[in-house]
């Protein structure tokens, strides 16, 4: 069985598996790290949307073996301890959550606009594909925009 | 209230309080106003809240020594807000900090009868009373044991901030009185709940009290739990809804997979477990089962379709030239589709058996589950977790059974979760329904107006929560479930409009599908496709929609909610071409609710609503800020299910098997700006989860046809097949 050294959350970790096996099972099944979510497998619901190199990915598409010597942040290691980040207390803010179920996904996703520019438009927004079955799209907007102005 | 039960021996840590009391409701029928439908004079929460009476006080509350409150409630939490809306109530009353109450969910207690079903928007409506008592009764025990310490009269003392104080300025936090407030001899106490001009915390927007945990991942789902040895486990489904397992090809060469554990032939498929989900996934897939007949091969969505029209009610012959207007509407096949897929925990031996999963009605599910393993019932815990979504479908427990199967077969204890495919195609689906409406009117009045429904039957077997009434809805032929539809359908559905003699009439087509109640049940469609007919209705005698509609309420209630919608709308500014607004109103769960959109239409295959303007009056709001994401999320179900997003059902099974083919919105697809107004408190809480699909149905649709200038009549109105299936 190959063995997979990457950092989670600023830990190293070592898996034994396949190296198909999707990140989301090393994360979830091995690691015991369930933030990440199984929503669809396929990269469509981005329920499991976590951070790869600072990068937005959906671990349940991605092989384990690639992931190799690379640094996954999950939403466990979003928050500076205690302190949140900002994008989650505009998240509390908001109260964004109904289920709950996707929105680490959402969060993640939203860090990594944030990311990329820093007052995202409407049309940024419509950008953010993940699924939320509870329907609190219009307060996901509203957090953003105030984790934007947050963020400065 | 007075408090005829003693609390159970106390512990050295706590104390406890069970209460039972024997509460009335007084059902109103004298006086019942002209044009009353059923449901105007008894609708279904009022039935479950009498059925649940007897138990509904059965309720535990704890206060710790560290001060700290925990209520076990005997529902579940799906996002709906529940668990945070009893914490306001149980900290109102005790006078605390809300941070301070915590809510577990309850086991399930099968002698809570029919006190442990989550359903039908009916948790606060059927716990308001129930919560405030128990915890008041709490309140009243602290006190007193206060007034013991100290020497002094209980009437003297106050409650704040979780501790009972004195006048001279002596304080004991709730943490030290804890044992003593367990004591027996307290004396007879009477508890009554504050009135509600009092509350300080109830009626005043509040936040989830799990909100910091959903943000932070620490939010644990069904299949986030560790249960020692449970093993991941999925389970391959046959290629038509209801197909049975005849053989399993190469299941030697499965077994030899990497991390495969086992394999199981269960009655509903063959379930592989394995090390991870991943590994059982790929094993699941590699399966090559022979499968037997399912139970609606060959049928498709144009066979359901013309089956629902035949069986629709024929309407009342008219005399000639009178004045009418005729509609009909198809509604498709609609997924639950929670994010969470079905899922269990079980740990099965061959004395005992422990169920984790997300249960809405767990007694049910405890009873069967012990039927099915042969173990008595009080052999068969089951643990209720909170969900990822429901929308109806955690009213069964099909994952749970499915895992006690597997459990027992294997011997360890196993996760089950069902894939996405899977879950949309064998999961439970609201049922296809045909509408047949005829309106009758002269000199600028409707005279009459009748709704013929035809449906296939949605699944109630669930009875009430419980195996009596379960027992009853399983009952064969046009007893049993046809009863429960009828009941349900005649308790819930009615029009708010006095549009002279009304009548509502349902037939249903038992076809054997995996169905379910999904969110407000009939009325989504029912009153959505009434709401479109009061719209057409309006045009033919040359009125405004909503002047039409404030003419034909039937309440003062009803029409201040739609003239704030209208007002806070700005309902009538000009809009430009291929945009509209459009409005629909509903009532029901004792409360009411207009919705106000404005759509773009511009290019009528990929329509959005663009604003949306929400007005809501139940009675009495317990977290206002709750009950505003309840309506945005019936707003974009509505939005969903009337634009995009239903199931074709092709030879027996549904296409769609993911989110990229089952349409439901995304932000692409949602307004950019919401607005949702609760009304004043005016009286009792009313139910809530439901009540924004359907206003909002009708509302999307009439903005729709406004801005098209189409009539529609199919929903949702885009629903090609603009994908390639996944393989059966």
């Known amino acids: 069985m190959p063995t997979h050294r990457f950092t989670v959350n600023g830990q190293a970790v070592t898996v034994d598996a396949p190296d198909d096996l999707p990140l989301l099972w090393a994360l979830r099944d091995h690691l015991g790290i369930r933030g990440p979510k199984y929503g669809c497998g396929i990269d469509v619901c981005k329920a499991c949307t976590s951070h790869l190199d600072g990068e937005a990915v959906r671990p349940c598409v991605v092989p384990v073996s690639t992931v190799e010597g690379r640094e996954v942040t999950t939403i466990e290691g979003l928050a500076d301890g205690e302190r949140l980040h900002p994008v989650q207390e505009a998240w509390l803010e908001q109260d964004v959550a109904q289920c709950g179920y996707c929105q680490p996904g959402q969060i993640m996703a939203a860090v990594a606009l944030l990311k990329r520019t820093k007052n995202p438009t409407d049309a940024d927004l419509d950008e953010i594909a993940n699924v939320c079955r509870c329907g609190t799209y219009f307060r996901i907007r509203e957090a953003i925009r105030s984790a934007a102005a947050r963020m400065g | 209230m007075t408090e005829p039960a003693a609390p159970t021996a106390p512990s050295r840590r706590r104390f406890l309080t069970y209460l039972i009391a024997a509460p009335t409701l007084a059902v109103a029928t004298a006086q019942a106003p002209a044009e009353a439908a059923v449901a105007d004079i008894v609708d279904l929460g009022d039935i479950l809240i009498l059925a649940g009476a007897p138990t509904a006080h059965m309720l535990v509350l704890t206060v710790g020594e560290d001060g700290g409150v925990t209520f076990r409630l005997p529902r579940e939490e799906v996002g709906q807000g529940l668990t945070t809306a009893v914490a306001m109530l149980v900290a109102e009353e005790l006078d605390m900090p809300l941070g301070q109450v915590r809510v577990q969910l309850e086991d399930a207690r099968p002698e809570l009868m029919f006190s442990q079903f989550t359903g039908s928007s009916n948790s606060i409506r059927s716990l308001y009373d129930p919560v405030r008592q128990t915890a008041a009764a709490a309140r009243s025990r602290l ?100 197909g049975t397992v005849k053989s399993v090809r190469n299941e030697a060469a499965v077994r030899a997979m990497p991390g495969v554990l086992g394999t199981f032939a269960i009655p509903t498929g063959v379930a592989v477990v394995a090390e991870t989900f991943g590994q059982a996934l790929d094993a699941k897939n590699a399966l090559d089962v022979v499968w037997g007949p399912g139970t609606v091969d060959g049928l498709s969505d144009d066979d359901v379709r013309a089956r629902l029209r035949d069986a629709a009610a024929p309407l009342v012959e008219l005399p000639p030239l009178t004045a009418h207007l005729d509609a009909e509407f198809d509604f498709a096949f609609v997924s639950h589709a929670p994010m969470e897929t079905n899922s269990a925990v079980a740990d099965v031996t061959p004395d005992r058996a422990t169920i984790w999963s997300g249960l809405k009605a767990p007694i049910i599910a405890q009873q069967s589950i012990a039927e099915e393993l042969g173990l008595p019932v009080d052999k068969v815990t089951v643990h209720v977790v909170q969900a990822g979504g429901s929308f109806g479908r955690r009213l069964f427990f099909d994952a749970a059974l499915e895992a006690a199967q597997v459990s027992k077969a294997a011997g360890r204890p196993v996760r089950l979760m069902w894939s996405r495919i899977d879950d949309m195609r064998h999961g439970r689906m609201r049922p296809a329904t045909h509408h047949r409406l005829r309106a009758t009117y002269a000199l600028g009045r409707v005279l009459s107006f009748e709704h013929r429904v035809a449906a296939v039957e949605t699944d109630f077997r669930h009875g009430l929560g419980e195996i009596l009434t379960a027992t009853a809805a399983r009952l064969p032929g046009s007893v049993g479930n046809a009863t429960f539809a009828q009941t349900l359908f005649h308790t819930t559905v009615k029009s708010p409009y006095g549009f002279g003699l009304t009548t509502q009439h349902l037939t249903e087509v038992p076809l054997r599908m995996p169905t379910a109640s999904w969110r407000s049940v009939y009325s989504a469609n029912t009153r959505g ?17 909503v002047a039409f509609r404030r003419a034909s309420l039937k309440s003062s209630a009803q029409r201040a909610v739609l003239d704030r919608a209208a007002r806070e709308g700005d309902w009538g500014r000009p809009m430009p071409a291929g945009h509209a607004q459009g409005i629909g109103f509903h009532e029901e769960y004792k409360s009411r609710t207009a919705c106000l959109v404005e759509i773009d239409a511009t290019d009528p295959r990929r329509p959005r609503v663009t604003k949306a303007v929400i007005v809501a009056d139940v009675g009495r709001a317990v977290n206002p800020r709750g009950l505003e994401a309840q309506l945005l999320g019936g707003l974009t179900d509505a939005i969903s299910t009337t634009l995009r997003a239903g199931l074709h059902l092709d030879k027996g099974l549904p296409l769609e098997g993911s989110y990229s083919q089952f349409h439901y919105a995304r932000q692409r697809d949602v307004p950019t700006d919401v607005r949702v107004f609760v009304m004043p408190a005016s009286g009792e809480p009313g139910g809530a989860g439901e009540l924004g699909v359907p206003a909002a149905v009708g509302a999307i649709a009439n903005a729709y046809a406004r801005a098209t200038g189409t009539r529609p009549r199919r929903f949702p109105v885009n629903f090609d097949v603009d994908f390639t299936p996944f393989p059966r």
Do not use: F, N
């Open chain 2, 143 to 242: 006190v007193r044991a206060a007034a013991r310490q100290w020497g002094l009269g209980a009437g003297a003392l106050t409650t704040r901030d979780g501790a009972v104080h004195a006048p001279d300025g002596r304080t004991a936090p709730y943490a030290s009185l804890a044992v003593a407030a367990a004591a027996r001899d307290l004396g007879a106490l009477t508890a009554t709940p504050k009135p509600e001009s009092a509350h300080r915390l109830v009626g005043t927007p509040a936040s989830r009290i799990d909100a910091r945990a959903m943000v932070t991942g620490k939010q644990q789902y069904t299949l986030d739990l560790d249960i020692p040895g449970a093993k991941p486990c999925m389970v391959r489904r046959p290629p038509t809804v209801g």
């Open chain 2, 529 to 545: 496709a009434e709401e479109i007919v009061v719209d057409e209705l309006a045009e033919r005698l040359g009125q405004d929609p």
